[in-house]
């Protein structure tokens, strides 16, 4: 019974695998039967097996926000139980219109409320806008990681 207590990780269907170093999910028993918090690993728009990955953040965010409804669901969890959400944003794109912007103004906002709106029923959970140097891969402009909780 004292398994039922530890954290279980895994990496679902329906997204490519992470380099060895993580899993992209993890169940963990706030309480053992009842309550479960889901975390996931920063998710993005690229992958690290193509060269044509998305360009821009704008193109880069709903890719990642499905891989996150993919692995939420592989968890026993949706969008609408999310309580809490970090956007990681590169500050630096090489181009220089997009640079000039807040990273708050980069075009994944709009992309995350309509994702919001259509798989969370409007659900708004607290989330923070971080600007920085670089993510994973150089091609990676947007990562986004969120936490939910579920009863059963």
């Excluded at 990496?11 to 695998?17: A, C, D, S, W, Y």
């Excluded at 309550?35 to 953040?57: Q, Y």
């Excluded at 999310?82 to 912007?101: A, N, R, S």
Aim: with cysteine; net charge negative; aromatic share 6%.
């Amino acid at each position: 019974m004292a398994e039922d207590t530890k954290p279980r990780t895994f990496n679902p269907e329906g997204v490519p695998l992470p380099p060895p170093t993580y899993n992209h999910a993890c169940i963990t028993p706030l309480i053992p039967g009842s309550v479960d918090l889901i975390t996931l690993a920063g998710l993005t728009g690229v992958s690290s097996w193509t060269d044509s990955n998305p360009k821009t953040i704008a193109e880069q965010a709903p890719i990642a926000f499905q891989k996150i409804k993919t692995c939420l669901l592989a968890a026993g969890a949706t969008p609408r139980d999310i309580v809490q959400v970090k956007h990681y944003i590169v500050k630096e794109t090489g181009d220089p219109e997009v640079d000039k912007l807040d990273v708050v103004e980069r075009g994944w906002g709009e992309s995350w409320m309509e994702f919001m709106d259509r798989e969370a029923e409007g659900h708004r959970p607290p989330d923070t806008v971080i600007g920085v140097a670089a993510l994973a891969t150089k091609a990676t402009l947007y990562e986004c990681e969120v936490w939910a909780v579920v009863r059963k």
